[in-house]
Nanobody, 125 residues
Framework: EVQLVESGGGLVQAGGSLRLSCTAS????????IGWFRQAPGKEREGISF????????YYIDAVKGRFTISSDNAKNTIYLQMNSLKPEDTAVYYC??????????????????WGQGTQVTVSS
């Protein structure tokens, strides 16, 4: 059974940093990809970053490019999202999601079968 557990959210001032972790189990890392999503109140869930776990190739949407970094530590079965220069508009519940490895950047929620429980990130101005 695929399981994903996020941690690392919290309250931070604008300009600050947080590192989210997604600890995964139940699948072979090299066969899977991870997407990070966020959902703000009243908004749809938005894919913001993607990584194939076999080659580590990352992708970011423009809104977070240059501020967020996705990485994986396959020995620890953990995927990270380092978030720097946070803005109030980054406030949301953040989710990691897993799917079978793909050869394109999958950033739509319907493309993922497995989800973590989410972690709240609040950025104050």
């Amino acid at each position: 059974e695929v399981q994903l557990v996020e941690s690392g959210g919290g309250l931070v001032q604008a300009g600050g940093s947080l590192r989210l972790s997604c600890t995964a189990s139940g699948f072979t890392f090299d066969d899977y990809a991870i997407g990070w999503f966020r959902q703000a109140p009243g908004k749809e869930r938005e894919g913001i970053s993607f990584i194939n776990l076999d080659d580590g190739s990352p992708y970011y949407i423009d809104a977070v490019k240059g501020r967020f970094t996705i990485s994986s530590d396959n020995a620890k079965n953990t995927i990270y999202l380092q978030m720097n220069s946070l803005k109030p508009e980054d406030t949301a519940v953040y989710y990691c999601a897993a799917r079978v490895r793909t050869y394109y950047y999958a950033l739509f929620a319907y493309e993922y079968a497995h989800w973590g429980q989410g972690t709240q990130v609040t950025v104050s101005s």
